[in-house]
C-alpha cells in the first residue's frame, strides 16, 4: 500500500474538501441552538458561550444580559477585525524588542482571548494558523512551559497529582463537561527539547489541543488537557518560590505506574470512548506506557508514533526529490542523532516500512541506519545496549564498511558513511555544526536531507541558513519549529520545510474518534504516515518541499483522519462513533469517508443561546 494506493487517496478529494474546509469560507450552515445551563453574568463568565459585545438583544432578554453589556450590538466580523488590529498593534509597538518579550506578549493577548471567548479564539485561530501556530505551539509555547508559574492567571485543564491518589475516579467528575473526546496527557518529564519543567509542562498539552480543534475540528468543549504530578526532578523549580506543583523528587517505579493507571481508569470511566495522547514523557516512562495501555485503551504516544510518521513522510519525500521509486528506500543511508522515544520511534517504522516495500525483499537483518546518542554511535560493543536500540546498533571492526568505532563522533560517522538523510532528535541546538554539514555535502545522494527536528527554535540541530549555505541549494531540509525559506539567489528559494507532528496526531486522533476504534493499531498509524507521505505533488518535492504549508492543516487533517478510520474499519477495530455504525463507516468510499471527516468538523460560529435554567 505504501505507494500509489495511498497517494491516490490522499490527492483525490483535495479540491472538494478544501471548498469545504477553506478558512476563509465559513460551510453554509445556519448553527443548531445551544442549550446553556446558565443566564446572566455566569454566561459572561463562560469562553465556552461567552460571545462579550455580539450578544443580539433577543438573546440579552432571554438570557438574562440586558444592562450587563454595553448598549451597541457587534457583529462577529467587527469583533474579529478589532482583534486582529490589536494583535497587529501589538506587532508593530513591539518591533526591535527582545524576541521572547514579544513572543510572550503575543501568547498573553491570545490567552487572554482564549480565556474570554472561545468561539472567536479558535476562528482567529484557524484564519491565521500560520502566524498564531507559532505562538499557541512550538516555539513559544516552550518558554510559557518555563515561565509557566509566574505567568499563571487561570487555570486550563486537570491537574491530578500524587497526593490524589486514591481519588482519581471521583475527581474526574470535577470537570464540567458531559461529554470528552480527546485528551493530551503529559508528566512534564520532557518537555520539548528542555527537560523535566514539572508541572509548568500543562502548556504543551494545551497547545496540542488547541490544534486538535483548529485542525481537527474536535469541539472545544469535548477536550481536556491533563497534568499528572508526580514531582519533579529540576532543582531550580523546586527551589523557586513560585513553583505551582508538588515540591517533591518524581515518583519512580511502581508507585509512578500507579498514579498513571489510576488516571487512566478513572478516563474510562467516565468517558470509556475518549482518545488518550500521550505527550512529553521522559522515554522510560513514554515506551513503558505505550506497551502498557496500546492493547486495553484508545490511545497513542505523539513523541513515538506521531513524530514517526512524519519523520517517514520527508524521508520518502527526500527519495522521490532525488527522482528515485520509493522502492529505493531500502537503500538510502540514514543517520539519526537522538536515541531518545522520537529517534527509536522514527527508527523502528522506517525498517517497517523497508520491510514492507512493494516489490522488494529485505531481511530482518537490513540494517540502512547509523544511530548515535549522547555517547557517540551505538554499536554492538556498547556497553549495557539498550535492547530497544540494539537492532539498530552497528558492528565494529573490519567486517563494518565504513569502519566505525563504538562512540564514533558524529562528523567521522557522516564523513565515512555519506549518508542520503541525517537526522537530528537530540534536543541539542547547534550539533550539526559547520564541519558536520560540510561533511553532508560529500553524500552520495543528489539531494542531501537534513531534518533538524529538535524544538523549540533553541534546540534546533541547525538553521535552514546553515543548510543551504554549507550543504549547498540541491539540498533538502525540515525543522520541527518553524524557520523562514532562504533566498537563495537568482530568485531561487531554499525551502525550510516543518516536519513536526502536528501534521499526523490530529488525524490520528480524529480517525481513531469517528472510527470508535477500541485501540490505535500500528495499521492505522501506517495508513495516517502513508497519507501525509504522498500528499505533496511531484513538482513540489522537486522543489524541495516536503510538506503542506501550514495553512492547509485543517486540509490534511480531514485526509489522514479518513485513512486512520478507514485502516481502522479494514482491521476490524472500529465500532462506530455516535449515530454512525461500523457498517455505515465500512459502506463508505474513499472520498465518502473524507467528506464525512470533514463534515463531522466543528466550526467556530455564534450558536444562538437557548437558556435551561
Ligand atoms: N519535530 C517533531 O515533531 C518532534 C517530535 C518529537 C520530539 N521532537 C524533539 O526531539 C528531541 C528529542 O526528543 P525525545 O523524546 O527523543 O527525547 P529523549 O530525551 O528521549 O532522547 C534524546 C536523545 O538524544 C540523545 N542525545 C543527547 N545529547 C546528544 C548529543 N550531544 N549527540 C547525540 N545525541 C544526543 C540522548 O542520548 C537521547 O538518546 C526533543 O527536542 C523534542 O522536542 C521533535
Ligand atoms: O511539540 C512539538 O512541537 C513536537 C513534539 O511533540 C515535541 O515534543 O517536540
Ligand atoms: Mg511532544
Redesign the pocket.
Known amino acids: 500500500m505504501l505507494a500509489s494506493a495511498a497517494r491516490r487517496s490522499c490527492r483525490r478529494s483535495s479540491s472538494q474538501i478544501r471548498r469545504l474546509l477553506g478558512s476563509s469560507a465559513p460551510p453554509a450552515v445556519v448553527p443548531g441552538p445551544c442549550i446553556v445551563p446558565k443566564r446572566g453574568n455566569d454566561i459572561l463568565n463562560d469562553p465556552w458561550y461567552n460571545k462579550d459585545t455580539a450578544f443580539p438583544t433577543t438573546e440579552r432578554d432571554r438570557l438574562g444580559l440586558r444592562g450587563l453589556l454595553p448598549p451597541r450590538v457587534m457583529s462577529f466580523k467587527e469583533q474579529y477585525e478589532r482583534f486582529i488590529n490589536s494583535y497587529r498593534s501589538l506587532e508593530n509597538n513591539t518591533r526591535g524588542e527582545p524576541e521572547s518579550m514579544v513572543a510572550l506578549a503575543k501568547w498573553r493577548i491570545l490567552n487572554r482571548l482564549h480565556d474570554r471567548n472561545e468561539t472567536l479564539y479558535f476562528r482567529v485561530l484557524i484564519d491565521n494558523i500560520k502566524d498564531f501556530a507559532p505562538v499557541i505551539?512550538?516555539p513559544t509555547?516552550g518558554l510559557v512551559c518555563e515561565n509557566y508559574s509566574g505567568l499563571f492567571r487561570r487555570p486550563r485543564g486537570m491537574y491530578f497529582s500524587a497526593n490524589d491518589k486514591g481519588e482519581m475516579m471521583s475527581m474526574i467528575y470535577n470537570w464540567p463537561a458531559e461529554k470528552v473526546d480527546m485528551i493530551v496527557v503529559t508528566d512534564g518529564s520532557?518537555?520539548?527539547?528542555l527537560g523535566d519543567l514539572g508541572v509548568q509542562g500543562i502548556g504543551?498539552p494545551i497547545?496540542?489541543l488547541d490544534l486538535y480543534v483548529a485542525a481537527a475540528g474536535i469541539n472545544p468543549q469535548k477536550v481536556l488537557p491533563v497534568m499528572l504530578d508526580v514531582g519533579t526532578n529540576n532543582k531550580k523549580l523546586l527551589e523557586d518560590k513560585l513553583y505551582l506543583g508538588l515540591r517533591q523528587p518524581r515518583l519512580e517505579g511502581e508507585e509512578y505506574l500507579a498514579i498513571v493507571d489510576e488516571f487512566m481508569e478513572a478516563v474510562r470511566a467516565r468517558w470509556p470512548k475518549a482518545v488518550v495522547q500521550f505527550?512529553?514523557f521522559q522515554m522510560k516512562w513514554a515506551f513503558e506506557t505505550l506497551e502498557r495501555y496500546r492493547n486495553r485503551f484508545c490511545t497513542f504516544n505523539?513523541?513515538i508514533q506521531?513524530?514517526a510518521g512524519v519523520a517517514l513522510a520527508g524521508l520518502l519525500g527526500a527519495v522521490r526529490a532525488q527522482g528515485l521509486p520509493l522502492q529505493d528506500f531500502p537503500n538510502q543511508k540514514i543517520v539519526v542523532v537522538g536515541a531518545g522515544s522520537?529517534g527509536i520511534g522514527v527508527l523502528n517504522m522506517a525498517k517497517q516500512a523497508s520491510l514492507r516495500m512493494p516489490g522488494i525483499h529485505i531481511t530482518e537483518g537490513h540494517n540502512q541506519f547509523w544511530v548515535l546518542d549522547k555517547d557517540g554511535l551505538i554499536t554492538k560493543a556498547r556497553e549495557g545496549l539498550d535492547p530497544a536500540v540494539a537492532g539498530f546498533a552497528r558492528g565494529s571492526g573490519p567486517d563494518e564498511i565504513p569502519d566505525l568505532q563504538e562512540g564514533a563522533s558524529l562528523v567521522e560517522v557522516v564523513k565515512k558513511v555519506k549518508p542520503h538523510a541525517l537526522l537530528g532528535l537530540s534536543g541539542v541546538g547547534g550539533i550539526f555544526n559547520e564541519e558536520v554539514l560540510k561533511a553532508m555535502k560529500e553524500s552520495d545522494s543528489p539531494r542531501p536531507a537534513v531534518f533538524a527536528?529538535?524544538?523549540?527554535t533553541t534546540k534546533a540541530e541547525c538553521t535552514p541558513d546553515d543548510v543551504f549555505k554549507h550543504v549547498g541549494e540541491n539540498a533538502i531540509f525540515a525543522s520541527?519549529?518553524p524557520f523562514s525559506n532562504v533566498a537563495l539567489g537568482n530568485g531561487k528559494t531554499g525551502y525550510a520545510n516543518q516536519a513536526?507532528?502536528?501534521y499526523l496526531?490530529p488525524g490520528i486522533g480524529l480517525g481513531a474518534l469517528l472510527s470508535g476504534a477500541r485501540i490505535i493499531s500500528d495499521g492505522m498509524l501506517e495508513a495516517g504516515a502513508e497519507c501525509l507521505a504522498s500528499y505533496i505533488t511531484d513538482d513540489d518535492i522537486q522543489k524541495g518541499i516536503l510538506f503542506p504549508p501550514v495553512s492547509s492543516i485543517r486540509h490534511i487533517t480531514a485526509q489522514v483522519g479518513a485513512a486512520v478510520l478507514r485502516a481502522a474499519v479494514a482491521e476490524d477495530l472500529a465500532e462506530g462513533c455516535d449515530d454512525v455504525g461500523p457498517k455505515e463507516l465500512a459502506s463508505m468510499s474513499e472520498l465518502e469517508t473524507v467528506d464525512y471527516v470533514a463534515r463531522k468538523m466543528w466550526y467556530p460560529i455564534y450558536s444562538p443561546l437557548v437558556s435551561k435554567k
Open positions: 505551539y512550538t509555547v520532557r518537555i520539548l527539547g504543551i497547545g496540542k505527550e512529553d505523539d513523541d506521531g513524530t522520537a527536528m529538535s524544538n523549540p520541527g519549529s513536526n507532528n502536528m496526531f
